[in-house]
């Protein structure tokens, strides 16, 4: 649908280039009883005017015609970027092409936009740093569209990567919990991606998280069994996905300078406290899965722990 759009866009500018150099070359009004236009002759501005229509023609024409070949096999987010670095380029060919056609002084035309920018640069520093945190953002890719991230405050998914803000929906925040859906739209400047840290819960190239599921036994557990049973049980859930999980992890770290021991399958560590035990089951997990992940492998565990009373207790004053 968009290189219809921006064939039919280039068949019009191309008219409308026709029309003003048929105009420039027969001044076709100039025998008709009409007022300058600020010194200008009616030929000549109209002539100009069917320029600047043809340049701002070819610019939208160009830009559909572009997109719609960039984005042919390109994923939703790839072609987010595309379609903001694309409407960025031929927006400025268009700007600088309208100027150059109206004051038909290309150099002058950059020259003034020069120390137009320069005065603008004090005026908008903050929009303009935003500007060149989306640049940040195309070039080095610390997050992309449908990434969960947390930006100072905010925790949400990427919809939407603009020039001058980010937009999330909000996950947790004042109204939920537990990585759950507010319904709120949260907007923040790409600045601060220039400014602040940025944790991108999907990673690069990797989208999965490790998680923790802790639970409080007494000191007169066995804990071997404990954890026997914890690992299990997560086995059992998780499947063989976190073991191609921890395939891929294992290759991210490979092409680091971090050199770490992975576990092919889920792991308990034991954590003394003063009254009880925490055994806090280790496991790999989408984030976005990880509550009902959690939620699961919780209930899951007591069942078990429930199903041995001889060999599992909880703390004094926790029923089972």
Do not use: C
């Amino acid at each position: 649908m968009r290189r219809p759009i921006g064939y039919a866009s280039l068949a019009l500018a191309a008219v409308a280039a026709l029309a003003g150099g048929v105009v420039r070359a027969t001044t076709p009004l100039s025998d008709v009883d009409l007022p300058a236009l600020g010194g200008t002759s009616p030929d000549a501005a109209a002539a100009t005017v069917l320029s600047a229509a043809a340049v701002v023609l070819a610019a939208n024409g160009a830009y559909f015609v572009a997109y719609g070949f960039a984005t042919r096999r390109a994923t939703k987010r790839r072609a987010h970027d595309l379609r903001n670095v694309l409407r960025l380029s031929f927006g400025a060919l268009a700007v600088v092409g309208v100027l150059g056609v109206l004051t038909d002084n290309w150099v002058g035309v950059l020259v003034s936009l020069g120390v137009v920018g320069f005065a603008i640069t004090f005026a908008l520093q903050q929009p303009l740093l935003s500007l060149v945190g989306w640049f940040y953002l195309m070039l080095k890719r610390p997050y992309a569209v449908g990434d969960r991230v947390q930006m100072g405050d905010v925790k949400g998914d990427v919809i939407e990567v603009d020039f001058f803000v980010t937009t999330l929906w909000e996950i947790n925040g004042p109204l939920v919990s537990s990585n759950q859906p507010s319904g709120r739209v949260v907007t923040v400047p790409n600045s601060q991606v220039l400014s602040s840290e940025v944790v991108n819960f999907a990673g690069v190239g990797f989208p999965y998280v490790w998680n923790e599921l802790t639970v409080q036994v007494a000191y007169e557990t066995d804990l071997a069994f404990a954890r026997e049973r914890m690992t299990a049980v997560a086995d059992d859930y998780l499947g063989d996905e976190m073991a191609e999980a921890v395939e891929r992890y294992r290759h991210r770290l490979a092409e680091t300078a971090v050199e770490l021991e992975v576990s092919e399958r889920p792991s308990v560590n034991v954590v003394q406290q003063e009254s009880w035990v925490e055994l806090r089951l280790r496991y790999l997990v989408h984030p976005r899965r990880a509550t009902r992940t959690r939620n699961a492998l919780y209930e899951r565990v007591l069942e078990e722990f429930n199903g041995a009373p001889d060999r599992v207790d909880f703390p004094l004053g926790r029923n089972r």
